[in-house]
């Protein structure tokens, strides 16, 4: 029986496998430096490469299965070379971006912080360098300038249907594209994994800049923030989750002086 290997989390493993062929085994992974997933039970869990034995007895497990593809899609952890080279036909990853621009972590969030006007959903191989990889197909997500991330993911999760539902089937009999990224005319752009410290504002910033950082790090991210300073010296860090206007951005802006 044909089988395919499937790294991620919750939703990007739910979505993935509807477009799994019901003749193929599929052995979910997870990562470890996640919390246990909720809409299925992984195969194997992921350890870190240094955790030996356990990485050690988790790659051979991989390897004992001999599986055809790996996929991958919205997983948190580095994918070593030797686990990517197991699978007989590629490993393909789906990322939330239009590759090459926006290779790496939390692309949605990055795009809108960076005050893009699309995005898009992008199906490579997947190389030792992260989201480096051919691409196989693409499509553009727009951004409205009202989206939040999650409402810029939710687009991106439809436009991965659509390019699952066309291409899976292309890539399991070897009929897909296989395009260099060299070969398009964007240039590569990579951003860092998002930290907490990266929500950080001041009023003194252009109001677009506040309002798009805001939108881009709406409940469940932790949000954007400000700090400021009480009377006896104490200062306070007031976090804004929830999505305000750009308006309401101005009228803060002009009620500290800055306007």
């Known amino acids: 029986m044909s089988s395919v290997v499937i790294f991620g989390d919750d939703y990007g493993v739910q979505q993935l496998i509807p477009h799994i062929p019901s003749d193929y085994k599929i052995f979910p992974v997870s990562s470890s430096i996640r919390s246990s997933p909720k809409t299925f ?30 996929f991958s899609h919205s997983y948190s952890m580095f994918i070593p070379g030797e686990i990517l080279s197991i699978p007989k036909n590629g490993a393909i990853n789906v990322h939330f971006s239009y590759l090459p621009k926006y290779r790496g972590a939390n692309p949605i969030q990055w795009a809108i912080i960076n005050g893009e006007t699309k995005t898009g959903v992008t199906l490579h191989y997947m190389t030792e360098e992260i989201d480096a990889g051919d691409i196989i197909a693409r499509c553009e997500v727009p951004i409205l300038i009202t989206d939040t991330w999650v409402d810029v993911t939710q687009k991106c999760k439809d436009a991965a249907d659509k390019l699952l539902k066309i291409n899976i089937p292309k890539i399991l009999n070897g009929t897909n594209k296989k395009i260099p990224q060299e070969d398009f005319p964007e240039k590569p752009t990579r951003f860092p994994r998002r930290k907490p410290e990266d929500g950080y504002f001041t009023w003194g910033s252009p109001s677009v800049d506040i309002y798009n950082k805001i939108r881009a790090l709406v409940k469940p991210h932790p949000g954007a923030f400000y700090c400021c300073n009480s009377l006896d010296g104490v200062q306070t860090k007031i976090v804004i989750d929830e999505y305000k206007t750009l308006e309401w951005v101005k009228h803060m802006k002009v009620e500290r002086g800055y306007i």
Request: hydrophobic share 35%; no cysteine; proline share 13%.
């Open 41 to 70: 039970y992984p195969a194997f869990v992921q350890p870190s490469k240094h955790m030996q034995p356990y990485y050690k007895t988790f790659k051979e497990s991989l390897s004992a299965i001999e599986p055809d593809f790996i």
